[in-house]
């Protein structure tokens, strides 16, 4: 008796844990980020690490995304990045659009050192707000010595 209990909460678990990353989280490529100008697109490049700036001086990118099928409020997100610049950070902010265009919720969120590993930066909204669309804005210092910096992956999480 222990034995079927034990494994049917085990299942009910699995279960719900599943619904939730496949129902409510959609997970996005850095590569799918588009220039914000002509300027800026002659400094961006493409590799498997998403996109990056090559050229010295910052460059800005909007990386298009959609809330998940069947939510209509943007919860939280994610951006995975690598920054190689010393002094000036890979920023990025999550806006979430009403069906009209208008903004009801951005966070700006920026790496907190160069060098090192990719680093994460996470977005909470402590409001619910309905929307019907969400992308992020992100800011790519120059390249360096140390390397180039990159926006590698993003997500949106709905509900």
Excluded: E, W
């Amino acid at each position: 008796m222990i034995k079927i209990i034990t494994t049917a909460l085990l299942a009910s678990i699995v279960l719900t844990t599943s619904g939730f990353v496949s129902a409510n989280v959609t997970y996005f490529s850095g590569a799918l980020c588009q220039p914000n100008s002509t300027n800026d697109a002659s400094k961006i490049g493409y590799t498997g690490f998403g996109v990056h700036n090559v050229a010295t001086t910052g460059a800005g990118v909007s990386c298009p995304g959609q809330i998940p099928p069947g939510d209509n409020v943007v919860v939280s997100g994610q951006a995975v990045v690598f920054d190689r610049h010393p002094t000036v950070d890979v920023c990025c902010t999550l806006l979430s659009q009403g069906a009209d265009g208008t903004v009801v919720a951005s966070m700006q969120v920026c790496s907190d050192k160069s060098g090192g590993p990719s680093q994460t930066l996470n977005y909470f909204f402590p409001f619910l707000l309905t929307a019907s669309q969400a992308f992020f804005s992100c800011s790519i210092p120059g390249a360096t010595s140390s390397g180039v910096s990159h926006v590698t992956s993003y997500r949106i999480v709905g509900d």
